[in-house]
């Protein structure tokens, strides 16, 4: 079934041809049709229901690469340069404590890039490879990772207010000490990923993955997880208000030990 799966993936992304992070995207997005097939097929689904399903859920693809495909009107009037370093190769670049306010990322090769204490708010990252880079102590406020591979990145001490990673990956990702308030989630990967002692406030993490993720000891304020995956996210000690605590508890999490505000 992983073959089909990875030839639907592929089918889907093929009218836009290649870009630096179409691997890495695929990957991801293969992992978590694969997790929705097995809980379907756990569930007493047989395999023709499960990869109809599993399929459906995907959505459309034009809604990933419709903001990544072409350059927009928007891109073209960002100041000076910016744009630039869309489709550009910098693995390994040090970029560390520039300003990059407004640059344009989008579909570039960043894996291992050192962005540490930069100014990129308002940054563009869609479709873009950036395993393992470092954005510890950045000001990333309003930006935009659409679509992104966020793996092993460090965003420790980094400023994500207001900042959209939808469908992006961030498996083994650091988010100590970062400031997640009104952060966009949607449909991403958190798997195994540390949110211990985070004061949440606004952030969506609606149809996200967050197997095996940690809230420990967090502060929650009208957080969303509408369809988010949290059977196996351990809560323990945070503490919440009465609404995130609801839709919590609508989506079957263990919330056993945690205190309501």
Known sequence: ????????????????????????????????????????RAEGKNDEDA??????SFGDVREIMEHVAHDTEKDQQVAGDATRFRATA????????????????????????????????GATFKAAALKGANLSSADLTGSNFD???LTNANLEGANLSNATFKRSAFKGANFASTTLDNADFKQSD???????????????FDGSSLKKATFKGATLENVSFHHTKVKHTDFTGATM?????ALLKGVKANLENVTVQ
């Not at 997005?29 to 694969?34: E, Q, V, W």
């Not at 990869?51 to 459906?56: A, D, G, K, P, R």
């Not at 040090?94 to 960043?110: E, H, P, Y």
């Not at 208000?241 to 605590?245: C, E, F, P, R």
Request: charged share 25%; net charge negative.
């Open 51 to 56: 990869y109809q399903l599993t399929t459906e």
């Open 90 to 121: 910098l693995q390994d670049a040090d970029l560390a404590d520039s300003n990059l306010a407004g640059g344009n990322f989008s579909m570039s090769a960043l894996t291992g890039a050192d962005f540490s204490k930069s100014d990129l708010h």
């Open 241 to 245: 208000d009465k609404v995130t605590y």
């Open 190 to 204: 958190l798997t195994e990923v540390s949110f211990d002692g985070l004061i949440l406030q606004g952030t969506v």
């Open 147 to 149: 679509s992104s591979d």
């Open 1 to 40: 079934m992983n073959d089909k799966l990875q030839q639907f993936i592929n089918n889907a992304f093929k009218p836009y041809g290649d870009f630096p992070a179409r691997a890495d995207v695929e990957q991801e997005l293969l992992a978590n049709l694969t997790e929705k097939y097995d809980d379907l």
